[in-house]
């Protein structure tokens, strides 16, 4: 009996070690990317305006795991809205305030200082202002979009 566990180990790290790739042969096994190697772009159209974007792994307009970092302006904010997927929020840098409902109410915003996380279930109503300039790394899984409480609060849209 021990010597059939044996083997049946030895089979599995032989079966995990050949999924895992050999680090020196095929594609990379790892994404390093250090501050001053993150280059920011325009944000999508689908946020107000004076935000930047950048993608470190991925493509969130795609149906595929992604990161990506957004900062935002002293004072910017993103009316009521909410994502398809699950939204994994970190804040890197400055104070993001998060507040959920319908409504922006800024009595109900929520202060998260650099080193906080928040995770929200699709469909989860949420708004949001920056407190100093603030940068917030995302995760998921594509296509990353937002769909806006108040359709007239789309950019691009014309105000009523």
Do not use: C
Request: hydrophobic share 40%; proline share 11%.
């Amino acid at each position: 009996m021990r010597l059939i566990l044996i083997a049946a180990s030895l089979s599995l790290s032989a079966g995990v070690a050949a999924a895992q790739g050999s680090p020196t042969q095929g594609a990379p096994h790892a994404v390093m990317v250090s501050p001053d190697q993150v280059t920011w772009g325009p944000a999508p159209s689908s946020l107000p305006a004076g935000a930047k974007v950048a993608v470190l792994e991925g493509d969130p307009g795609q149906s595929v795991p992604f990161t990506m970092r957004i900062t935002l302006p002293d004072g910017y904010r993103i009316p009521p809205h909410s994502h398809p997927a699950v939204e994994r929020v970190t804040v890197i840098e400055g104070t993001f305030r998060l507040g959920m409902g319908d409504k922006f109410d800024e009595s109900a915003l929520n202060s998260m200082p650099a080193g906080s996380y928040v995770s929200m279930q699709p469909g989860t109503r949420h708004f949001v202002q920056a407190k100093g300039k603030t940068i917030v790394q995302i995760n998921g899984v594509g296509p990353w979009k937002l769909t806006y409480v108040n359709p007239a609060d789309e950019p691009g849209k014309a105000k009523q």
